[in-house]
């Protein structure tokens, strides 16, 4: 039986390293300096530290000022994963960040919060056709939504993009916006934030914010990292027994991982 799980395994591994050749001859990568951010990524993860659960995970997110969840802008279970965490967080001082709203389009947000504007009115503002190649909204609008009924703030946090605008400037962009989010709210406000995983190696952008918070002479905010199904943590627990009951597991301190 274990000679046949390790061979099951083999074939797995191989057919996922055929399919991730087959999908680098179709990308285009057109941002500065994306290959290597994306090793830096892959890098940062070696394996996680022990099995969790829903209720630690949901502990360390309420101790924490900023949780950065992981997502894949395509799969639809990586926003209802972050629907699920935001609705365990109950609090009223509570900010959800998304990178699919550019900071530029703020005021839009803010008019359909209040009800003044519509979805497809809140769209056509935030160039919701020219910045996203996929239709993606009806996965991202229960989130919304959810920050409109609780009375909670909802913040664009994409900033700088182009073929010439390095990644990690990007990263600087998006702590800028948190940062100052937090200095402009109420004490003790929580941000929840869904942005692409790459951005949430340590070296990306949870370091950006804790330099901007010292750039602006503010203690750094406690940030919590949420990832999804990072590639290295799932080969891990495929090679041990009981794998497919586990949920969720804790990195390190300050970091998570929900395997879905």
């Known amino acids: 039986m274990s000679d046949h799980r390790e061979r099951l395994i083999d074939l797995q591994r191989r057919l996922y390293a055929r399919n991730r050749r087959r999908i680098a001859e179709y990308q285009q990568v057109s941002t500065k300096g994306f290959e290597a951010y994306e090793e830096a990524y892959h890098a940062d993860v070696e394996g996680y ?15 924490a000022t900023i949780i950065l969840v992981a997502d894949y802008h395509t799969l ?9 965490l935001a609705k365990r967080l109950r609090a009223k001082r509570t900010t959800i960040a998304l990178e699919f709203f550019s900071a530029a389009h703020q005021k839009a947000l803010n008019s359909w919060l209040s009800g003044r504007i519509h979805d497809k009115t809140l769209l056509k503002r935030t160039e919701y056709a020219k910045r996203w190649p996929y239709d993606i ?32 400037e990007t990263d600087h962009r998006m702590a800028e916006v948190l940062v100052d989010h937090l200095a402009e709210a109420p004490p003790k406000t929580r941000i929840l934030t869904l942005v692409g995983e790459l951005h949430l190696a340590r070296g990306h952008l949870p370091l950006a914010i804790e330099r901007v918070a010292q750039e602006r002479g503010m203690p750094a905010p406690k ?5 999804q199904n990072n590639d290295t943590i799932y080969w891990q627990l495929l090679a041990e027994q009981g794998h497919h009951e586990v949920e969720i597991v804790r990195v390190d301190q300050d970091r998570f991982c929900v395997v879905n």
Not at 138 to 153: K, N, Q, T, V, Y
Not at 223 to 227: I, K, N, R
Request: aromatic letters at 6%.
């Open 49 to 63: 530290e022990s099995v969790s659960n829903l209720g630690e995970l949901t502990g360390a997110m309420r101790d």
């Open 76 to 84: 639809h279970l990586a926003q209802k994963t972050f629907l699920k």
């Open 137 to 168: 909204w009806p996965h991202f609008e229960p989130i919304a939504d959810l920050a409109r009924r609780r009375g909670w703030s909802l913040l664009g946090i994409d900033g700088a993009r182009g073929p010439n605008v390095p990644i990690a």
């Open 223 to 227: 940030v919590l990292v949420v990832l």
